[in-house]
């Protein structure tokens, strides 16, 4: 953290904020969908479809700021800000938030921090879903169901973790690189650059 | 009171019983521990006991929803002793309901344990606490505090945006697709806004003389103190307590093996 600038810990921070909020509009949305699902007995199963928005911010801040720790360090925030608003999951969700931004970190490690195409974005999410998932076996006792249902449970995670937070999150960072506003982050560096060497 | 406690302490004492916890799949564990955190709640929270179920009494729903899926769907290893009921093509065994209910207070007891640390715990000494007990660096945590401040600033932008776009003509959506559209036309420029006073804030911590040292002083200081550390021992003390109790019965199954002592 000793070479991040200010002003990358602090829009860090920010997107940990707003996608605290969001995280927590999702919560609420996917109460709504397990009621529907509980009369079937597959009411968590709700939550597995929508699981891939919880790794988002994982994904935009590393995308945007390209720095070991980023896709870590923006999940905890959001975790630890959702218990600051009062989020009833309490301390166990910053526990939770540090799992997810591991695993998405994790594949930003693997490649060295210096690759971000939309591959990669895809299998942080990936990433994500899988050591989330693992944890959950245990946390939430999904290791006493029956096999196919934690085979398929985990396939609908691993997939909405790519599409929801590695597709989604790219196509966000980029609507949002081309406002301009990020003209001073790692992620308007990285496309001035390639487009130069396309002129020269 | 727990209000006074060290912030940091008091989360690292909710969070181990959780994660002990979660190796228990029997009835008995969960149930009596949960029973000892309303004990806890009660007497030393010093919270209306209504407000308190009126928050607690909503996740009925989701631990009913993981009670549900875990009767109908447990895994071989669990499925033991008679078949109670069938719904459908499902059979209900003794092993799965017990699994199932096992799940469903584990979760509760995950809520009550985390409503103990939220409903007590101011914020700024929480992050002051983080900051000093659990070594985070400055530049985070008041990066954190001054994203946290701009919470009623989103809300105001987004009314902002919304009356910008009724201006100009732009309807609610109702069809999917169109509340697809709709979300887009708000997270972009929302998110642009917070993009832009990120940074303001960091020019104007750097231009005050912040520069994220670790060396600093503090208007505010957390110490941990005897009380953290009996706070933090009797509630893990209490799940230990359960844990020998539930063995000594011959209740405690540690996933599907039976771990209690055989009678």
């Known amino acids: 953290m000793k070479s991040w600038k200010l002003k990358e810990v602090v829009l860090m921070s920010s997107l940990g904020v707003v996608f605290a909020f969001v995280y927590l509009a999702f919560f609420l949305f996917g109460q709504g969908l397990r009621n529907l699902l509980l009369p079937i007995g597959l009411a968590p199963f709700a ?29 905890l925030i959001a975790g630890i800000v959702q218990v600051l608003v009062g989020s009833p999951a309490g301390p166990m969700l910053i526990l939770t938030a540090a799992i997810q931004g591991l695993g998405a970190e994790a594949v930003f490690a ?19 879903a899988v050591v989330s998932y693992a944890y959950h076996l245990f946390a939430s006792g999904y290791i006493a169901l029956g096999p196919g249902l934690i085979i398929s449970m985990f396939i609908v995670r691993v997939l909405s ?16 690189e081309a406002t301009g506003v990020l003209r001073g982050y790692a992620i308007h560096h990285a496309r001035t650059q390639r487009s130069s060497r396309h002129a020269s | 009171m727990l209000q006074q406690l060290n912030p940091s302490v008091k989360a690292g004492a909710v969070l181990v019983p959780s994660i002990l916890l979660s190796f228990s799949y029997d009835v008995f564990t969960p149930l009596v521990f949960l029973f000892l955190l309303l004990v806890f709640t009660w007497t030393w ?32 290893g669990y499925q033991s002793g008679e078949v109670l009921f069938s719904v ?14 096992s799940l469903g207070l584990r979760s509760l007891c995950f809520i009550a344990l985390s409503l103990l640390f939220v409903l007590t715990t ?17 530049k985070l945590v008041y990066g954190i505090m001054a994203g946290f401040r701009f919470l009623p600033l989103f809300r105001h932008e987004y009314t902002v945006i919304r009356q910008a776009h009724r201006v100009r003509g732009v309807e609610a959506e109702r069809t999917v697709s169109g509340r697809l559209r709709h979300f887009r036309r ?25 520069t994220g040292d670790k060396n600093r002083t503090w208007y505010k200081r957390e110490r941990v103190e005897a ?8 509630l893990n003390g209490a799940l230990l307590l359960v844990l020998a109790a539930s063995w000594y019965f011959g209740y405690l199954s540690i996933f599907h093996w039976d771990a209690g002592r055989s009678q």
Do not use: N
């Open chain 2, 88 to 101: 459908w093509h499902f059979e209900v065994t003794e092993g799965g309901m017990e699994a199932g209910i």
């Open chain 2, 45 to 76: 929270s010093g919270m209306p006991k209504k407000k308190w179920l009126m928050l607690f009494s909503p996740f009925f729903i989701g631990a009913a929803g993981f009670a549900w899926m875990t009767m109908l769907y447990a895994g071989d």
């Open chain 2, 122 to 138: 101011d914020v700024t000494q929480m992050m002051h606490s983080f900051m000093q007990q659990l070594k985070l660096p400055p």
């Open chain 2, 227 to 234: 009380k953290d550390w009996v706070f933090a021992a009797s």
């Open chain 1, 47 to 75: 939550y597995e479809i929508i699981f891939g928005i919880w790794f988002i911010v994982s994904i935009i801040a590393a995308y945007i700021i390209r720095r070991p720790g980023a896709a870590f360090f923006s999940e």
């Open chain 1, 161 to 176: 973790g790519i599409l929801l937070a590695g597709l989604l999150g790219k196509w966000l960072s980029d609507r949002l």
């Open chain 1, 110 to 128: 693997a490649f060295r921090w210096r690759v971000y195409t939309l591959p990669v974005l895809m299998a942080a999410g990936a990433g994500a």
């Open chain 2, 186 to 210: 708000f997270a972009v420029p929302m998110l642009a806004g917070a993009v832009r006073r990120a940074e303001r804030t960091a020019l104007a911590m750097t231009a005050k003389g912040f």
